[in-house]
């Protein structure tokens, strides 16, 4: 392919940003415009030439301006092949100009759907010329350059001003690829759209669609590649956060701050705040203040915290900024961070603080996706806790202060990955016993770690001693239950549903224990 003069241009767009400054320099160059509707009216009124594509044509725009491009001389310009005998002679028999520049974006029917517009508002906003413009002028690349999006007109500019009028082959190679990109995102947002309308979760195919948000240094490790893609969900954390300060986030560091955003959108009643290390909390805790929270959750495991991502559901303010500027974290992440706090943070440069605005909606509807070889899974987002339905199974009944740890234990459970079990007192993680083969081993660990926590803070008795724990899944045996009761944990709360559920609630009430089923399960892989 060689350098492309361009002559002629169709120019259809939808979003005018920049269509104004582009037409002029079109024209400035002896471009010929060819526009229509909206995009013509725009450049007319700016004094740039146009013609009409109806008078391009010869054929009116019709059924209220869904055909208009749908057109011969229109899809013949930008499809044929130039120095082609046969398709010359097809374009001298049919009176068929060459298009050599298409500039179109498509109706904002994306845009349309998250308004929450009816179902025949979202109709009419899906493009039909457009794309099949667009597909067009892509396949024939080695002739016609094809722009779909406004942040590429300055380098269009650049291109044809380098290049005499033209565009070099790499150029229109790169752009027409961005722009079938942009065509099948489009027709995955309409897929999804239907079977949303047709309340099919798992239609016969599903067809999803990134935009780049980042190319990262690299993957988990430094010998994988990787990026970060935003999808159109638009969930609240770190795809919508604005990072105010520190190193750019890796892969890993974006992992773990949806973990930590995740959990802690969980509670909105009190402050909270979570601190993750390798995608699992290592402490998590509600108090009256934020100040209070962190410093909680921070003594459930100081060591772990080292290096970790810390989340908070409230303003991030001055008190608190100034605790957590004695220890060396990773991430910051907050709906909102107060200028006190800003003004802590930028004495630790390398330290990444992301403001997001907002806090996702725990209970929302929504799909999570994980690869394997093949393929991948696709499972709606384990939004739902039971708090409603708990079954007391025991002789006796959890206290007030019990449930309500209970029920704090069983919330964290859901972010913590399995074989997960929480030891909880007073509304803060003392334990956590996470991704153990083994329940018992989770129980032994979380045990453990509640003392160990007790002895960093001075204290000469386990933090487990007074606690309650949450399991996200059955004890398949008592063994697991008998550890906790052996740390001196005073009630137990768990999904039920084993074979030997009477032995394990006969284990409970042997070591007084309350104990409550929830009935639902909450595996984390």
């Not at 099948?184 to 780049?212: H, N, Q």
């Not at 430094?222 to 190193?247: C, D, I, M, W």
């Not at 934020?290 to 290096?307: I, N, P």
């Not at 001693?465 to 239950?481: C, E």
Request: with cysteine; proline share 3%; aromatic share 6%.
């Amino acid at each position: 392919m060689s350098d492309a003069k361009i002559k002629r241009a169709l120019v259809s767009v939808s979003d005018k940003t920049g269509l104004v400054e582009l037409g002029q320099t079109l024209a400035v160059a002896d471009v010929e415009i060819l526009s229509t509707g909206g995009s013509a009216k725009a450049l007319r009124d700016a004094g740039v030439p146009v013609t009409e594509v109806s008078d391009f044509t010869g054929f009116p725009e019709i059924m209220d301006g869904r055909v208009k491009t749908l057109q011969p001389k229109i899809h013949g310009g930008l499809l044929a092949v130039r120095g082609n005998a046969e398709h010359e002679a097809a374009m001298h028999e049919h009176d068929i100009a060459p298009i050599d520049l298409l500039v179109v974006n498509l109706y904002p029917f994306e845009e349309t759907v998250a308004k929450g517009a009816d179902f025949d508002t979202c109709i009419e906003n899906i493009d039909i010329g457009g794309p099949a413009m667009i597909r067009a002028a892509s396949k024939n690349h080695a002739f016609v350059t094809v722009v779909v999006d406004p942040d590429d007109y300055a380098q269009l500019v650049d291109e044809m001003s380098t290049n005499n009028g033209a565009t070099t082959a790499q150029f229109r190679t790169r752009l027409a690829a961005k722009a079938y990109a942009r065509t099948g995102s489009y027709d995955a947002a309409i897929s999804d759209w239907f079977a949303g309308e047709l309340g099919e979760t798992f239609p016969a195919r599903k067809v999803m669609s990134g935009e780049l948000r980042q190319v990262l240094r690299y993957g988990e490790n430094p010998h994988q590649q990787a990026a970060f893609y935003t999808s159109a969900e638009n969930r609240p954390g770190v795809a919508t956060a604005t990072q105010l300060q520190g190193k750019e986030l890796s892969f890993n560091n974006l992992n773990d701050t949806d973990a930590a955003y995740e959990l802690v959108a969980e509670f909105s009643e009190r402050p909270a705040c979570v601190i993750v290390k390798h995608a699992n909390p290592c402490g998590v805790a509600v108090a009256d203040d934020l100040t209070t929270a962190y410093k909680r959750a921070f003594a459930c495991d100081t060591e772990s915290a080292f290096g970790g991502i810390i989340a908070f559901n409230q303003r991030l303010d001055g008190a608190t900024a100034k605790e957590i500027a004695d220890l060396f974290a990773e991430v910051i992440i907050a709906p909102e961070i107060s200028d006190e706090a800003k003004a802590i943070f930028a004495a630790k440069k390398n330290l990444r603080v992301l403001e997001t605005g907002a806090l996702p909606n725990p209970n929302a509807t929504g799909m999570t996706v994980r690869s394997l070889a093949g393929g991948y899974l696709l499972q709606t987002r384990d939004a739902a806790l039971t708090t409603d339905e708990l079954k007391v199974v025991t002789k006796r009944a959890p206290s007030d202060a019990e449930m309500n740890d209970l029920i704090f234990a069983f919330t964290v459970c859901k972010h913590v990955k399995s074989n997960a079990i929480i030891y909880v007192k007073d509304s803060a993680t003392v334990g956590v016993g996470a991704g153990q083969m083994s329940r018992v081993n989770s129980s032994r660990i979380a045990a453990w770690k509640a003392a160990d926590a007790a002895r960093v803070a001075g204290d000469t008795i386990s933090w487990a001693i007074g606690s309650v724990v949450a399991s996200d899944a059955f004890f398949p045996f008592a063994d697991g239950l008998i550890a906790a009761a052996d740390a001196g944990t005073t009630a137990i709360i768990q999904p039920g549903g084993s074979m030997r559920d009477e032995e394990v609630i006969a284990a409970a009430d042997e070591k007084g224990l309350a104990m409550v089923f929830t009935g639902m399960r909450h595996f984390r892989h």
